[in-house]
């Protein structure tokens, strides 16, 4: 009940869509912002999304703004990714992080429990 648990990712043509879900612990993490990171083979890991714990304020990397949306749905303590126009560079395991508070940021050191990730693979 600590770590987050990810769902959704797959294999999809250039062009398709995903969406990936993000489960929280109600109990401890329901006031905590929630962010999306992703890391390609042979690459460090980087920020894709995040939102505020009330999803006020939400904030995306360049390489993924106007095509990818994040959002949650407090009741069922869960974020989502909603991924569009998905390109062969979008491949890569998709991790879900529960932030320090309830402000959303980019840096990974603010993201204090992470889930195991859910791959995302794009083909040509």
């Known amino acids: 009940q600590v770590h987050p648990v990810e769902s959704g990712g797959g294999l999809v043509q250039a062009g398709g869509s995903l969406r990936l879900s993000c489960t929280t612990s109600a109990r401890t993490f329901s006031n905590n912002a929630v962010g999306w990171f992703r890391q390609a083979p042979g690459q460090e890991r980087e920020f894709a999304a995040t939102i505020s714990w009330n999803g006020a304020t939400t904030l995306y990397a360049d390489s993924v703004k106007g095509r990818f949306t994040i959002s949650r749905d407090k009741a069922k303590n869960t974020v989502s990714l909603q991924m569009h126009s998905l390109k062969p560079e979008d491949t890569a395991v998709y991790y879900c992080?529960?932030?320090?508070?309830?402000?959303?940021?980019?840096?990974?050191?603010?993201?204090?429990?992470w889930g195991q990730g859910t791959q995302v693979t794009v083909s040509s």
């Open positions: 992080a529960v932030g320090r508070s309830s402000s959303a940021a980019t840096s990974a050191q603010y993201y204090s429990y």
